[in-house]
């Protein structure tokens, strides 16, 4: 039984003289219950429907004198009549509701299996042409102009093409993948190749909704579409468009189908032994200067653990090509794009950071786990307040004994003008950037060497402090000692963020 009622028939009555498929009367019935939809697209159970609904004659005739009656003229005629309607293209929906989504559409979606995803959650995406919203106006106007306003239809009621659509598509793929509850999302769409000259007229009548943008073929978009049919009223509508619309000569078209799995994070913290070895690939002038980077040597192992196509980097700042990373590490964490795997139990996580470890001995990376995308902005968090460490080995031009240098420990919260870098200048704004040293400690090594702690403000350039920077930052160590100083070597100590969580050893 169909959740039909007798008053729907007179509206019921119009649709299907309209042209509407089974599935598309329910939509304009406003017909909510998901079970309705699932049913086969036959015109014949809506009338079925209507008649069950009816109340039964007084004296229906025996079983016996149907057959031996046969069928009459007029019953022969409808059933002709009948079976035309079915297999007629749907003037509102265009065939989606109809052969579109059934078995066969179910499993061009669940290709998701041959391309070996692994997912929780299944989200289905459905892309459709333009020119349904016209078309569903059009008899949605229709309807209105030909039934008491009693019965009417609101058009904010009806229950849309998409949805309906996921409501029959969703029980086949669920029963064909064995039952889905990382989301997952498989991309469905649909188009037809006269878009463009059912949708033409609305160009004219609210030219100011449609405006060319990039990276799309035709300016009549969806949103575009439905924005100009909530601007225009329906007595400029009926003048510009057939009402019912014209009978259709064929269905949409569907597309190929996307299968794409949400991002999956993955967080940790690594350490750069190693002088000579960019963060990321260094490309000057199109030439690649190293051989490699610290991005790409974690990245490897874990996109093949996840299966990924791709990735995105971040971390808690950037040391230079020829500063090392020491201590517990820099934070760091990447976007895995489309990962066909989107699990990695404690055991496998830990197999994988034994596996980038080992791939390298420039680096090292601890703390490997999966995140979410919201613990990911704490990384980025306090990014001004957060603290870091360096040790430098410092060269002065001035032979200098122990003594001179000992007033240096006693510096607090040094406050530096930096004015960006002539190194950095290319790729970062001209600016004067206050940053604050909190505590210097210092150790003697000879004449012309000594170490230099640093305790800074993120974001503070430790070289440009040390040799000045031709003067661009100030104060710096060159006026403290009142030599030439320049720096032969800098560690990174400590970067003073608590992200990612431990994982115990």
């Given at each position: ?17 309209a ?21 086969p697209?036959?015109?014949r159970?809506?009338l079925?429907e ?10 229906p005739?025996?079983?016996r004198?149907?057959?031996?009656a ?5 019953d022969?005629?409808?059933a002709v ?7 007629r293209?749907c ?15 179910a ?11 692994e997912?929780?959650t ?8 333009a020119?349904?919203?016209?078309r569903?106006v059009s ?7 030909q ?16 949805e309906?659509f ?15 509850a990382s989301?997952f999302?498989?991309?469905v ?23 060319p ?8 978009t969806?949103?575009a ?5 909530e601007?225009?009223?329906?007595a400029?509508?009926?003048k ?7 009978q259709p ?7 190929d189908?996307?299968c794409?799995?949400m991002?999956?994070?993955?967080a940790?913290r ?17 030439e690649?200067?190293?051989e490699?980077?610290?991005?790409e040597l974690?990245?490897?192992p874990v996109l093949?653990?996840?299966r ?6 971040s971390?808690?700042g950037?040391e ?21 795997r ?8 830990k ?7 080992k791939?390298?001995?420039k680096?090292r ?11 990911m902005?704490?990384?980025k968090?306090?990014e ?9 080995l ?9 003594e ?13 003008d930096?004015k ?7 790729r ?7 940053r ?5 400690n ?8 000594f170490?230099?702690?640093l305790k ?32 032969l ?7 003073d963020?608590d ?7």
């Amino acid at each position: 039984m169909l959740p039909l009622k007798e008053k729907d028939k007179p509206i019921v009555q119009k649709l299907l003289s309209a042209g509407c498929c089974a599935r598309c009367v329910l939509r304009f019935c406003c017909v909510s219950v998901q079970a309705a939809y699932r049913k086969p697209p036959q015109v014949r159970l809506i009338l079925h429907e209507e008649h069950d609904s009816a109340s039964p004659p007084e004296d229906p005739p025996s079983k016996r004198a149907k057959l031996e009656a046969g069928p009459s003229e007029e019953d022969a005629a409808a059933a002709v009549k009948l079976k035309d309607e079915e297999s007629r293209v749907c003037v509102v929906c265009l065939g989606i509701l109809q052969d579109l989504c059934g078995p066969a559409q179910a499993l061009k979606v669940c290709t998701v299996k041959a391309e070996k995803y692994e997912f929780d959650t299944l989200v289905l995406s459905v892309s459709l042409p333009a020119q349904l919203c016209v078309r569903e106006v059009s008899v949605s106007v229709w309807c209105h102009k030909q039934t008491p306003k009693s019965i009417a239809v609101d058009r904010d009621d009806l229950i849309q093409v998409k949805e309906a659509f996921k409501w029959i598509m969703q029980g086949l793929v669920a029963k064909e993948l064995g039952g889905v509850a990382s989301l997952f999302e498989v991309s469905v769409e649909f188009t037809y190749p006269e878009t463009d000259a059912d949708c033409h007229f609305l160009a004219t009548t609210c030219s100011d909704c449609f405006k060319p943008t990039k990276n799309k073929q035709s300016v009549f978009t969806r949103m575009a579409v439905v924005k100009a049919l909530e601007k225009i009223a329906d007595a400029k509508f009926l003048k510009h468009y057939p009402s019912p619309p014209a009978q259709p000569t064929s269905s949409c078209i569907p597309q190929d189908v996307q299968c794409l799995h949400m991002s999956v994070f993955v967080a940790g913290r690594y350490n750069k032994f190693c002088r000579s070895l960019p963060q990321t690939p260094w490309v000057i002038d199109g030439e690649r200067r190293m051989e490699s980077s610290v991005e790409e040597l974690i990245a490897a192992p874990v996109l093949s653990s996840f299966r990924s196509d791709g990735f995105n980097f971040s971390s808690s700042g950037r040391e230079d090509v020829d500063v090392r990373t020491l201590g517990n590490g820099r934070p760091f964490a990447m976007e895995l794009l489309n990962p066909h795997r989107s699990r990695l139990s404690r055991a496998e996580m830990k197999q994988l950071q034994e596996t980038i470890n080992k791939s390298s001995d420039k680096i090292r990376v601890r703390d490997l786990q999966i995140v979410t995308r919201e613990a990911m902005s704490r990384m980025k968090e306090g990014e001004e307040e957060k603290t870091k460490s360096y040790t430098a080995l410092i060269w002065t031009l001035k032979p200098i004994q122990r003594e001179d240098i000992t007033f240096i420990d006693d510096i607090k919260d040094l406050t530096l003008d930096q004015k960006t870098p002539l190194r950095v200048l290319h790729r970062r704004a001209l600016a004067v950037r206050q940053r604050v040293i909190h505590s210097m400690n210092t150790r003697f090594l000879d004449s012309h060497h000594f170490y230099l702690g640093l305790k800074t403000q993120a974001g503070t350039y430790i070289k440009e402090f040390v040799h000045g920077d031709f003067g661009r930052t100030k104060p710096n160590l060159c006026e403290l000692l009142r030599t030439d100083t320049d720096i032969l070597e800098l560690d990174v100590e400590s970067v003073d963020v608590d992200w990612p969580p431990s994982i115990p050893e």
